[in-house]
């Protein structure tokens, strides 16, 4: 059988970083490929389809805004992780226009970067796929209206969950529903995939397969706890989350519909998160504020995510009736190396705390950046370091055979 390794793309001039990122690289199973001209890069970004791509924005010749719309205007789909030397905050704007522009960035690095930033990268990405995974493939299937409406049909989509701790004492409080499709062709990743169902006018039958599905799950396992892990769920009467697109807030009967769905799961609507990813403004304003209102009257409550990204702004945050704040895990993976990003999330848990939200930070990936949530009054945190998304299966075993979860150290530390 022939393996096939997922690729990594280094634009980099500096032969000393270049050599240090590829051997992080080689370590996470990569494939690299390092060049040092644009032309280069354009030849191996159409020929070999790279998972990641690392870009030098300091490259002799360009200032990287060039390689942005290059990626940009062959649709890349890669992880990309932006280095400078440059001052930290002209890298990180740039990461915000590569963001704009379609392009899946995972992260920002300064020059002289510590491999740990990079591993760590790699990392919170899911590092690599397994190796009978071939690139491209799932690049190759057209996702039609008849192939997404089939999928929908046949519940070809699964759920993950991944855990959301207290900052302050690491107890247990609650589980996002991720969407999940691994098709005949290969892995579809979820930002591919829910745009694609939004365009096809079939997010409100999405939502309610993946609802029934996340529903069903947390009455017969977390609900009714098995003995194992009783006393966790009892101590801390977990939430579920489950995300929402803006297109369910076009149908007047969307709050109708997720209160049968809780009413026929025997699930109470106050133990649910509904998640606003805002992938596209809301079209009718005044009726969106009627249906979360409606939301918010039945029990439900109201996140509102990725907070400092997309549409979600201060006017949404003000205007409609949430009950939480989720800060984007771009700030929160960067706050430890970043002045401006420790300055954003900070702004957020007050601002989400004075108007009387519970704060939710995503993307925690080491204990410093939970102590440092936990510092700055920070309310539940969710991220590799707490926990992978794990399979239903898979998590409830987890729950009843884990010893020592590494976050519970927070119980013990001086304040």
Request: aromatic share 6%; net charge negative.
């Amino acid at each position: 059988m022939t393996i096939h390794m997922e690729r990594m793309l280094i634009f980099e001039h500096d032969p000393q970083a270049a050599q240090s990122a590829a051997r992080i690289a080689e370590d996470a199973a990569l494939q690299v490929r390092v060049t040092k001209s644009v032309e280069g890069f354009r030849c191996a970004l159409t020929n070999e389809h790279p998972a990641y791509v690392l870009i030098d924005l300091s490259m002799p010749g360009t200032d990287g805004l060039d390689i942005i719309q290059l990626m940009a205007k062959h649709e890349c789909e890669a992880s990309v992780i932006l280095t400078s030397g440059a001052d930290p905050r002209l890298l990180e704007a740039t990461a915000r226009i590569a963001a704009a522009r379609g392009l899946r960035v995972i992260g920002h690095l300064s020059k002289p970067f510590p491999s740990r930033g990079l591993s760590r990268m790699l990392r919170q990405a899911g590092g690599a796929l397994p190796a009978t995974f071939v690139p491209g493939t799932q690049h190759s299937l057209e996702l039609s209206s008849s192939i997404l409406r089939q999928a929908i049909e046949n519940c070809e989509f699964s759920l993950a969950y991944q855990l959301q701790v207290c900052c302050r004492d690491g107890h247990l409080a609650g589980f996002e529903a991720l969407a999940r499709w691994q098709h005949t062709d290969g892995l579809i990743a979820p930002d591919r995939f829910i745009p694609a169902v939004e365009r096809a006018g079939l997010m409100p039958e999405f939502t309610v397969r993946i609802a029934e599905q996340a529903l069903s799950w947390f009455r017969k396992n977390i609900l009714a706890a098995p003995p194992a892990y009783a006393d966790i769920v009892v101590q801390s009467l977990p939430t579920l989350s489950i995300n929402i697109s803006a297109y369910n807030l076009t149908r007047p009967d969307f709050p109708e519909v997720m209160a049968q769905l809780c009413e026929k799961q025997a699930v109470d609507s106050s133990r649910v998160v509904l998640e606003l990813t805002e992938t596209s403004a809301l079209d009718d304003p005044v009726l969106s504020l009627e249906l979360l209102t409606r939301l918010r009257a039945q029990g439900f409550q109201l996140s509102i995510d990725d907070f400092g990204a997309g549409y979600s702004s201060m006017q949404q945050l003000v205007r409609l009736p949430f009950s939480e704040i989720k800060i984007d895990r771009v700030f929160v993976a960067s706050a430890l190396q970043s002045d401006t990003s420790r300055s954003v999330v900070k702004s957020i848990v007050e601002l989400g705390h004075s108007l009387g939200l519970r704060s939710t930070a995503e993307g925690v990936e080491d204990e410093a950046t939970l102590q440092f949530l936990d510092f700055i009054g920070c309310d539940l945190a969710q991220g590799y370091f707490i926990a992978r998304p794990m399979s239903g299966e898979k998590l409830c075993h987890w729950l009843s055979s884990v010893s020592e979860w590494p976050w519970r150290a927070l119980e013990t530390r001086q304040r």
